[in-house]
């Protein structure tokens, strides 16, 4: 059934950049944050609409999170494609190809699978919608030099609560996808004919 086939490379495909993106985010995190912060590069950044420029720590982080953040804005629109073409390759797995299934489309395992692919999704949404947001209405005030100090210092918080907030749902959304990687086997493959199991 080259139909099946062809489904299932696209599943595969749209599966494996996602999942490869998000460690490739970690890792690009990692470098750029660990390079700009070495006590051994100097920056001087001017930012627009600051009284006076950035040094230091606070360029290093500016630059840092700049780099990060805008890697972070790309990567939320893949993900969002890849989601499309998984669950649309789901869905076709689970009506035109369901006799392929090793598992009922129903049954605990692909229920799991299908699961596990679903909550990254709602997470890519979640940060859309709330953390980013609330990291870039507290970045200008966290690093401008010009800032009151108490208002400095609640947006220092109020950014670190959501810069953790999305290292955490990043995190849980990598592993939930090796996970959906991993389930794959026990969900697919079965020889035509054969009975579906639960």
């Known amino acids: 059934?080259?139909?099946h086939r062809i489904n299932?490379?696209?599943y595969q495909l749209f599966l494996g950049v996602w999942f490869g993106a998000m460690v490739m985010l970690v890792l690009a995190a990692t470098?750029?944050?660990?390079?700009?912060?070495?006590p051994q590069t100097t920056l001087l950044v001017q930012v627009e609409g600051f009284g006076a420029p950035l040094t230091g720590s606070a360029a290093r982080g500016w630059v840092a999170g700049g780099i990060v953040g805008a890697a972070l804005r790309r990567l939320e629109i893949l993900q969002l494609i890849c989601f499309a073409g998984v669950a649309a390759a789901t869905v076709l797995q689970c009506t035109l190809f369901?006799?392929?299934?090793?598992?009922?489309?129903?049954?605990?395992?692909?229920g799991l699978r299908i699961f596990l692919l679903v909550v990254p999704a709602?997470?890519?949404?979640?940060?859309l919608a709330v953390v980013a947001p609330g990291i870039d209405a507290n970045r200008s005030m966290k690093y401008d030099p010009a800032a009151e100090a108490s208002r400095a210092q609640a947006a220092d918080e109020a950014?670190?609560?959501y810069h953790g907030l999305?290292?955490?749902?990043?995190?849980?959304?990598?592993?939930?996808?090796?996970g959906a990687v991993v389930l794959g086997?026990?969900?697919?493959?079965?020889?035509?004919g054969a009975a579906g199991r639960g």
């Open 185 to 192: 086997p026990w969900c697919f493959h079965r020889e035509e």
């Open 122 to 127: 709602a997470i890519v949404l979640f940060n």
């Open 159 to 161: 950014f670190a609560f």
């Open 98 to 110: 369901r006799a392929r299934l090793a598992a009922r489309p129903a049954s605990k395992r692909n």
């Open 166 to 178: 999305s290292t955490k749902t990043y995190g849980v959304s990598t592993l939930m996808l090796l």
């Open 31 to 38: 470098a750029a944050f660990g390079f700009v912060r070495d």
């Open 8 to 10: 299932q490379a696209l």
């Open 1 to 3: 059934m080259n139909g």
